[in-house]
């Protein structure tokens, strides 16, 4: 061997036990990674309680951040190509599934281990499926429920409404707060109830022939006259619920009913179970003291529900980091809806969020809820052009049964039968 190549040998393993003599002191150099930085649109009203939620998560995965996004005034982000996830009900991801817009879950399902599809209610995660994808994991169910003004109550002596409670409860007491001369009424019906629609079928009638898989419209059943006729005598025989004149006069303007709700002169209405207090009303906040209770039954116990899921954007980067925060943010005891999660709804936390009578509510609703899938949503313009035309007119006095069957015969035309 030359000097020269020995010198040569000697310098390189002089300099590897330099630098292995460094690597010893100090560790192994590894590259510094950013966290996955995934962005959560939130409905405005509720960017807070989502805003403690990601501070939660961050700290438990320092290898993700999740970026809480709101906009006054919106529910639904602008495009889904800046953000990442976000909230829908069932209904809003038919369009976006069409668009390719959202991300099919059921790969991540079918590789989570720590995740089991029978921990949700009955039905809230087939609300989102479609042949074999699943587009969103459900978190919460929207129940219609019958909210009171207490105070009324209290000052009339009435029986608050509870669970188990009939129609002849209802009437008695929106009998007992009534004063349409003081434009105070027992009962009043809000653009978003819908409310004939579950008086129907708690009477045992219908409005579609099968409510999992509709083919035709039923409004001339024999059962739905009789409901319809019940709830016109509530206006024209017991006016508990006001005349359209009534209404004008007591309840004016484009807001007028939530306005008479929200400053204490109905007794009576149904609503959504997110809307209590009127959290989610924008103008209007509930001034009086109000309770909450099931809807009441007749022939048997029926509301419909909404329910509502996180979806994953198609345009993501991070799917694995997503699905994270997906499972993580589903656990979670949502306060303004009834869990989705079985043990949720029934677990003390949620009670001790809501308060007893809120979970009350949402617990026995949620036992007689038919879910709105995007099947019976298809159904809308039928609703629309001939159902409710046929209730308005009911309302200005045309007789039930004739309303009714006009309707079954503009509903036949719409969809060619």
Known sequence: MSARRGLGLRAFFILLAIVL????????????????????????YEAEYYQLLADEFNDIHPDIHVQVESARGQEYPSDFYSVDVFVGSQLYGVQLQAQGDILDMSPFIEHDLAFD??????????????????????????PLVMYYNRDLFDAAGAAYPQTGWTWEDFLDAALAVNDPE????????????????????????????????????TFDDPLTIEAVEWYADLIHEYNVIPTSEQQRSAFPGANGTLQGIAHGRVGMWIGALSERGGMTWQRQRWEMNWGVAPLPRDVQSMTLADVRGYYISAHTQYHEACWQWVTFVSKQPYYRLAPAHEALLYSEEYEEEVGSR???????????????????????QVLEEAFLPA???????????????????????ILGQ
């Open 21 to 44: 003599a460094g690597c010893c002191e100090s560790g192994p150099v590894v590259p510094t990674l950013e966290p996955a930085a995934i962005t959560f649109f939130s409905p405005y």
């Open 117 to 142: 599809p029978s921990d949700f209610l009955p039905g809230t995660l087939e609300a989102f499926s479609s042949e074999d994808a699943v587009w969103a994991i459900p978190f919460g169910i929207d």
């Open 182 to 217: 003081a434009n105070v009424f027992g009962y009043v019906s809000t653009p978003q109830s819908n409310d004939p629609i579950p008086f129907i079928y708690q009477h045992g009638g219908k409005i579609l022939d099968d409510p999992a898989e509709p083919t035709r419209t």
């Open 358 to 380: 809120v979970a009350a509510a949402a617990r026995a609703s949620i036992e007689h809820a038919v879910l709105v899938t995007p099947r019976l949503a298809a159904f809308g």
């Open 391 to 413: 209730i308005e007119s009911v309302i200005e006095g045309a007789t039930p049964e004739e309303a009714m069957i006009a309707a079954q015969g503009q509903a036949e035309m």
